[in-house]
DNA sequence: ACGAGATACCTCACCTGTCAAGGTATCTAT
DNA sequence: ATAGATACCTTGACAGGTGAGGTATCTCGT
């Protein structure tokens, strides 16, 4: 069974971040992390992959650079900044404290008799 | 502090239904729970709220009726289905196992040494 | 030698849910 | 009278995810 779209949605970075975090690495290889430490359950896309490292570099949260392998297809590698571990950290957090609101809220428990 | 809308995303059906499992009620006073119950963090606009109940109602999942208030202004209700029921169950279950992953995901923790 | 499949990158047009900004109408308290 | 709460609704814009396409290299089996 794989997670909605619009579950994935606001993570994206923060996922990336945290891998950057363990330390350097390439598109394809994150991808795959993700998708074989999920069991397939969680999956980015590549178009979403890019299309957020893209984001992240114009943001300086990471920036990249060509690996130097001397034969197989080029990777280009990417490197959290300075910024980004800040950036990750409060992402991070925020989600901790939106968690707690979510689950309270998708399993109906208000209290209070407002509603 | 309030939360992101790509973390609101993809929760709020959800929780209109979870809401309405409880009983019977309106976008105003819907809305005006969570807020309350979240301290302003968690906010469901008007304008995503209203949307999301024309979708909710054309899946057949919730459906409306207008109150019979004698005075103020009027009030349309919303009942959950049974055909609501069983997606809120699935969407619940879904929205848990999700939870799951993405706390492992943003925390980086991959085991297995790939990455 | 050749084809399949894995590795590795990238782009574009489209879809969907959220939101800002606007609107209407009624009631209550000052 | 007027402000503010209650209560509903619509429109256009925006942003992130995705499907479908592309390029190029390497490896392995036949």
């Given at each position: 069974?794989?997670?909605?779209?619009?579950?994935?949605?606001?993570?994206?970075?923060?996922?990336?971040?945290?891998?950057?975090?363990r330390?350097?690495?390439?598109?394809y290889?994150?991808?795959?992390?993700i998708?074989?430490?999920?069991?397939?359950?969680?999956?980015?896309?590549?178009?979403?992959?890019?299309?957020?490292?893209?984001?992240?570099?114009?943001?300086?949260?990471?920036?990249s650079?060509?690996?130097?392998?001397?034969s197989?297809?080029?990777?280009?590698?990417?490197?959290?900044t300075?910024?980004?571990?800040?950036?990750?950290?409060?992402?991070?957090?925020e989600?901790?404290?939106?968690n707690?609101?979510?689950n309270?809220?998708?399993?109906?428990?208000?209290?209070?008799?407002?509603?």
């Amino acid at each position: 069974m794989s997670i909605a779209s619009d579950l994935i949605r606001g993570h994206t970075e923060t996922i990336i971040l945290a891998l950057l975090t363990r330390s350097d690495s390439y598109g394809y290889r994150i991808n795959k992390a993700i998708r074989t430490a999920t069991k397939g359950a969680y999956e980015l896309k590549e178009a979403t992959l890019y299309t957020a490292f893209r984001r992240l570099e114009e943001a300086d949260y990471i920036r990249s650079y060509w690996g130097s392998e001397e034969s197989g297809a080029r990777r280009r590698y990417y490197t959290i900044t300075e910024a980004g571990r800040i950036a990750y950290a409060r992402l991070l957090e925020e989600w901790q404290r939106a968690n707690v609101l979510i689950n309270r809220l998708v399993e109906g428990n208000i209290e209070g008799g407002d509603l």
